[in-house]
Nanobody
């Protein structure tokens, strides 16, 4: 089993920035894809971005591309989501997830507890 713990959420004004962190423990992630998802109240969970630990490939959905950047620090077994130029529609609980699949579509088998991001207008 893998444990994932997110942090870094908070309340920011539109146009501001946050950096989310996801620390993995309990297993080896060298061959795993790591992803970020988000879920707004009353909405379905939405995929946001993914990164390959082994290959360094990244993918971001169109609505966040150019504003959000997923990255990793393998020495710390940590995945980050740098969120710039935040918009109110980015407000959601953000979840870190780990996939045993080859690339970003998953399946994502392990999930963190989520961290709240609130962007005021």
């Amino acid at each position: 089993q893998v444990q994932l713990v997110e942090s870094g959420g908070g309340l920011v004004q539109a146009g501001g920035s946050l950096r989310l962190s996801c620390v993995a423990s309990g297993s080896t992630f060298s061959s795993y894809t790591m992803g970020w998802f988000r879920q707004a109240p009353g909405k379905e969970r939405e995929f946001v971005a993914a990164i390959s630990w082994s290959g360094g490939s990244t993918y971001h959905i169109d609505s966040v591309r150019g504003r959000f950047t997923i990255s990793r620090d393998n020495a710390k077994n940590t995945v980050y989501l740098q969120m710039n130029s935040l918009k109110p529609e980015d407000t959601a609980v953000y979840y870190c997830a780990a996939s045993t699949g080859t690339w970003h579509r998953g399946p994502y088998e392990y999930w963190g507890q989520g961290t709240q991001v609130t962007v005021s207008s």
